[in-house]
C-alpha cells in the first residue's frame, strides 16, 4: 500500500489540523499569558516549561520591550535635562546579546540544546518586568528632593536589579531544565 495521502485524504487532513476558528490566529492571547508569566518568573515564582508558549515574534517582542523602557524613561526626562542622554541606548542594548549566549551555553552545557529558545525568551520576559519595575520606582519616586536618596541608593550601579535579574534568571533555568 502506498505512504502517500490521496489529494482528499490530504485535504481531510488539513482540515482537522487546521485551527479552530476561535483561536487567536495572531498569538496575542500568547503574549498575554506570557506577560503574566514575566511577573511570576521576575518574582521567583515557578512556571511550568508547558504553560510558556514560545515563539520568535515574542523573543522580539520582549527584547523590543525591554529595550524601549529605558529610552521612554529617557524621553521622559528630556524636559527636566533638555537633551537626551544618547549614552542609554547603549545600556538599553547591552542585555541582548548577553541573554542570548547565556541561553544558548546554559542549554548546551546542560545537554538541553532544544531549550535555547525557551531560555532565551524566558530570560527576556524577565528582564522587561525588572526594567519596567526599576523605571517605575524611578519615575514615581522621582523629585528633586529625593534625586540625591536616589543616588545614594543607586551607588553600586544597578547592582540590585542585576542581583535581582541574575537569580531570577538561574531560578528559572534550573525549574525549566
Not at 112 to 126: A, H, P, S, V, Y
Not at 129 to 153: C, F, G, Q, W
Request: proline fraction near 6%.
Amino acid at each position: 500500500m502506498d505512504a502517500a495521502l490521496t489529494t482528499e485524504e490530504w485535504q481531510i487532513e488539513a482540515i482537522d489540523n487546521a485551527p479552530s476558528p476561535g483561536n487567536d490566529s495572531l498569538g496575542i492571547s500568547e503574549f498575554r499569558v506570557n506577560l503574566g508569566n514575566a511577573f511570576k518568573l521576575a518574582l521567583f515564582r515557578t512556571v511550568p516549561a508547558d504553560r510558556i508558549p514560545v515563539a520568535w515574534w515574542q523573543i522580539a517582542a520582549f527584547g523590543l520591550i525591554s529595550l524601549l523602557i529605558p529610552l521612554v524613561c529617557d524621553l521622559q526626562s528630556i524636559g527636566m535635562n533638555g537633551a537626551i542622554a544618547w549614552e542609554v541606548l547603549p545600556a538599553s542594548l547591552v542585555h541582548l546579546p548577553i541573554m542570548l549566549l547565556a541561553s544558548i551555553a546554559v542549554a548546551y552545557a546542560l545537554g538541553r540544546g532544544e531549550k535555547t529558545l525557551l531560555l532565551l525568551q524566558t530570560f527576556l520576559m524577565i528582564a522587561a518586568v525588572i526594567d519596567a519595575a526599576v523605571y517605575v520606582i524611578y519615575l514615581t519616586a522621582y523629585t528633586p528632593y529625593i534625586e540625591r536618596l536616589l543616588k545614594i541608593v543607586s551607588y553600586g550601579g544597578y547592582l540590585p536589579p542585576t542581583v535581582w535579574l541574575a537569580i531570577a534568571c538561574a531560578k528559572t533555568a534550573a525549574d525549566l531544565l
